[in-house]
């Protein structure tokens, strides 16, 4: 649902402190992470707990993405420095195309010709699609579009992680009309 908003998601950070002496440490972190408390003041052996936020609201694109950031640990009047690792991932219902151009090159006049491309779903999510060809009056003169195309498997879906599903298009150059059947999908 695109009108409700992503929630960030939390992990719970345990920091206790292991010497003698009480320790002021000041936690730094980039967005899109985020920390309850940028400084904390522990006795000797005290235990506290930072909640650790990632937003993935931060991917607009709606594309998958993997943000590793580290969050920084510092201590007042003492050099030693730490650090945790941070690892958010985004995961949106996106596919692979096998090919990004499809070029029919010179196409005889009353001939087709096919080209296929497959599509991969290698992230988790099912993913349900619609194919479908953008106006082709914004790439090229309408004066030079003489052929035809047509598609098949314009929808259809795709399971999670590694499975693909085919796509096939054709090109006919000429007045002729395709003949059925003749250039289904094989």
Known sequence: DKAKPIQPMSKTLELKNISPLDVKTFLKVQPPFHVSAE?????????????????PAFKVDRVCGVVKQKLAVHYQDHPQKDHVNLVGEVVFPNLRLSEEKLDFGSVLNDTTKQLTITLENPFPLPVSYQWMFIEECEMVPPEDLTGRFESFNESGSVRPLGDSGVFRSSATKGFGALEDGGSGPH
Do not use: A, G, N
């Not at 400084?39 to 937003?55: A, H, I, Q, T």
């Open 39 to 55: 400084c904390l003041f522990l006795r000797p052996d005290e235990v506290s707990e930072v909640r650790v936020e990632f937003d």
